[in-house]
């Protein structure tokens, strides 16, 4: 029957019809009581870094049971790992999902100029079906590459349509509309009044938090201090203690960004934050790249986190942030491929082997490890994100988000004696993931995704963005 539904340009046409989707794959099988997976090499990412051969039970949305062999009684299925990695999905701490659409588009300039030149104008001109394929595009990149849950930014508008793409594909996920009430050469549609800029975020948040059975969080987004005015600001530091949400901002990622604010506010990003009272633990600064020692104590005394985005600093050129001393410091630190107009792609295996090989340039080949560096992309996530008694780790209890690797190949080969953090770090590809659960739902399976309708994305994907370029 599904295929006899077709497409139609209406936006409620099309969510209808991928609500049936959805809904379809869970009567076909998920969720389940229980998935046993069996026979896999688990790497757990626990606090130990255990290792682990046999088998993987999950119950409902959490893990039962890991490790040993386990009864195959009372399960509804069983995945046959053949020796198989299994490890905990991604958590990447810096994305814009609204900007998948303008892969390609805003290639080789520096951030101010590729804000106001190409960003900007891109998503005024956003509808909300452009906003939604935006969004469907980049969760299939996303979960194809082994990402199960993300921190989003999306832009001023429309944001309701990415929500729904989260809800309907099945990824975990905080997001947010871009805050954006103050600033030069922005374009009319993402000139905000301050107060309604505040009233709709809030409005946002009390229709999607919690959406999705606790799968889907809501987070304050304003997009940098450049772009609000103290006003805003402060409004966004009481409204996210009053709901005891997240702030997500961009910080101190270009010295021309930061020259615009010590022009306006007399201050550096980090110190101005401190001092307006927004620099407290819910606070998630992306970028993070250049930082004076007293930004540096204050992020650290204040319990700020960071995300850092290799990929994505090193396309726009806006330099190599210093993730070993932070770590040393104790900040909590994840990574983001931010968005497909700036990196051009939202793979995690790329950012690892970035994150990696940067640091070993300036400080020497032993400095980010690949244990250290794949704990960045799972376990340090989830602590940014303050989850990591849920996810991050594959441990009894926790939510069941993971991962499934076939390694057997040329690339990832010698197998025999192998270093696992090694061979997934350095070695593997987003080609190399399998199957994808996330909240115990099978998202992907033997890279054939469950959630998503591949074809009619890209389809439509295409057709919104003419549409798009025709607004601009």
């Known amino acids: 029957m599904l295929s006899l539904i077709t497409y139609t340009i209406d936006k409620s046409g099309l969510v209808l019809y991928y609500v049936i989707k959805h809904y379809a794959n869970l009567k076909e099988g998920n969720p389940m009581k229980t998935i046993l997976i069996r026979n896999a090499t688990i790497m757990t990412m626990n606090e130990r870094g255990d290792i682990l051969t046999g088998d993987l039970l999950i119950r409902g949305k959490r893990i039962a049971q890991i490790g ?68 469907m595009l980049g969760i299939g990149e996303l979960i194809r590459s082994g990402t199960t849950t993300i921190l989003d930014m999306e832009t001023v508008h429309h944001t309701d349509s990415a929500f729904q793409a989260i809800l309907e594909s099945g990824i975990r996920a905080i997001s947010g509309k871009v805050m954006m009430d103050h600033g030069t050469e922005v374009p009319l549609a993402l000139q905000e009044n301050t107060q309604q800029s505040l009233q709709q975020s809030v409005d946002l948040l009390e229709k999607w938090n919690g959406a999705g059975d606790g799968r889907i969080q809501y987070a304050f987004c304003p997009r940098f201090v450049v772009s609000c005015t103290e006003e805003l600001l402060i409004g966004v530091r009481d409204l996210s203690e009053q709901y005891k949400v997240k702030v997500h901002t961009h ?42 020692e007293e930004e540096k104590r204050i992020i650290k005394e ?47 295996y790329q950012e690892m082997r970035l994150t990696a090989f940067i640091q070993k340039v300036k400080h020497g080949p032993t400095v980010m490890d690949a244990r250290t560096v794949l704990r960045m992309a799972t376990m340090g996530g989830a602590k940014v994100l303050g989850m990591e008694n849920d996810i991050g780790s594959l441990e009894e209890g926790k939510l069941a988000d993971l991962q499934m690797l076939d390694l057997e190949d040329f690339h990832v080969y010698p197998s025999y004696d192998a270093d696992w953090f090694s061979r997934v770090v350095y070695a593997a590809t987003r080609g190399d993931v399998d199957t994808v659960i996330i909240d115990g739902q099978i998202v992907m399976e033997k890279r054939i995704m469950k959630t998503i309708d591949k074809p009619l994305v890209l389809r439509e994907a295409d057709r919104s963005l003419r549409g798009l370029l025709a607004r601009l």
Request: aromatic fraction near 6%; charged fraction near 25%.
């Open 302 to 348: 204040r319990g700020v986190k960071v995300t850092h985005c290799p990929g994505s600093n090193m396309k726009l050129a806006s330099g190599i942030a210093e993730i070993p001393e932070l770590l040393r410091e104790g900040i909590d630190i994840g990574i983001g491929a931010d968005g497909a107009a700036c990196n051009n792609n939202l793979d995690m």
């Open 68 to 135: 040993g062999e386990i009864a195959e009684g009372g399960v509804d299925r069983i995945i046959e790992a053949d020796g198989k990695v299994v490890l905990p999905g991604f958590v990447q701490t810096h994305i814009h999902l609204c900007q998948t659409l303008f892969r390609g588009r805003a290639d080789d300039l520096a951030l101010i100029e590729w804000l106001r030149e190409r960003i900007w104008p891109l998503e005024a001109a956003h509808s909300a079906d452009s906003v939604y394929y935006s969004a």
């Open 251 to 292: 910080a101190s990622e270009n010295t021309g960004e930061i020259a615009i604010v010590e022009a306006e506010r007399g201050k550096r990003n980090v110190v101005y934050l401190d001092h307006i009272g927004l620099a407290r633990p819910n606070l998630i600064l992306a970028h993070s790249i250049w930082l004076d």
